[in-house]
T-cell receptor
Framework: DAGITQSPRYKITETGRQVTLMCHQTWSHSYMFWYRQDLGHGLRLIYYSAAADITDKGEVPDGYVVSRSKTENFPLTLESATRSQTSVYFC??????????????FGPGTRLLVL | GQNIDQPTEMTATEGAIVQINCTYQ??????LFWYQQHAGEAPTFLSY????GLEEKGRFSSFLSRSKGYSYLLLKELQMKDSASYLCAVLGDNTGGFKTIFGAGTRLFVKA
């Protein structure tokens, strides 16, 4: 299917385990983003990428690692999961950087529970 | 600092008009987005305001006053399907790396 997809949609893991959340888009958008959404906080930017092999930190990057070897994929890894990383994670993409007002298109989200 | 304020919840009646306010204090400003997010789903784009004034798009309109750090989303002829969260988001300028900062969202309940 065309668009932006995330996998898994739901994940339960334990403290200290490594977890990778996948994001795939079929539009060949240059920019991709990872956000987390928690009650009372809204969406907070974790990392973003301007192109393959170019990534930069967002507002809350600690405890997360990203890579972008291909334009269409932007995986997010929690190296050693903590309970505070229990959240809903959204991946998004945009054709150009939002400085032009280009909207971001969001994936369906991954609900992560860290026990 | 960066701060975006929206009411947490609002309730309105089907067929009525509702105004969702957003005030912001950010280190830079390039424009303001409104997104709609139904429960358990992804946010979807509604509007983007750069200049002061009202922009109308069907039943939805968005207003911006940059001097007051204020925006509102106006929903007319409310329908049950409009029950959702509405996210206000400010796009910063180059001093902040053009990052988008989101408010916590306003949950709108539309009752019959």
């Amino acid at each position: 299917d065309a668009g932006i997809t995330q996998s898994p949609r739901y994940k339960i893991t334990e403290t200290g385990r490594q977890v990778t959340l996948m994001c795939h888009q079929t539009w060949s958008h240059s920019y991709m983003f990872w956000y987390r959404q928690d009650l009372g906080h809204g969406l907070r930017l974790i990392y973003y990428s301007a192109a393959a092999d170019i990534t930069d930190k967002g507002e809350v990057p600690d405890g997360y690692v990203v890579s972008r070897s291909k334009t269409e994929n932007f995986p997010l890894t929690l190296e050693s999961a903590t309970r505070s990383q229990t959240s809903v994670y959204f991946c998004a993409s945009s054709e150009s950087f939002p400085s032009s007002g280009e909207t971001q298109y969001f994936g369906p989200g991954t609900r992560l529970l860290v026990l | 600092g960066q701060n975006i304020d929206q009411p947490t919840e609002m309730t309105a009646t089907e067929g009525a008009i509702v105004q969702i306010n957003c005030t912001y204090q950010t280190s830079g400003f390039n424009g303001l987005f409104w997104y709609q997010q139904h429960a358990g789903e992804a946010p979807t784009f509604l509007s983007y305001n750069v200049l002061d004034g009202l922009e109308e798009k069907g039943r939805f309109s968005s207003f911006l006053s940059r001097s007051k750090g204020y925006s509102y989303l106006l929903l007319k002829e409310l329908q049950m399907k409009d029950s959702a969260s509405y996210l206000c988001a400010v796009l910063g300028d180059n001093t902040g790396g053009f990052k988008t900062i989101f408010g916590a969202g306003t949950r709108l309940f539309v009752k019959a």
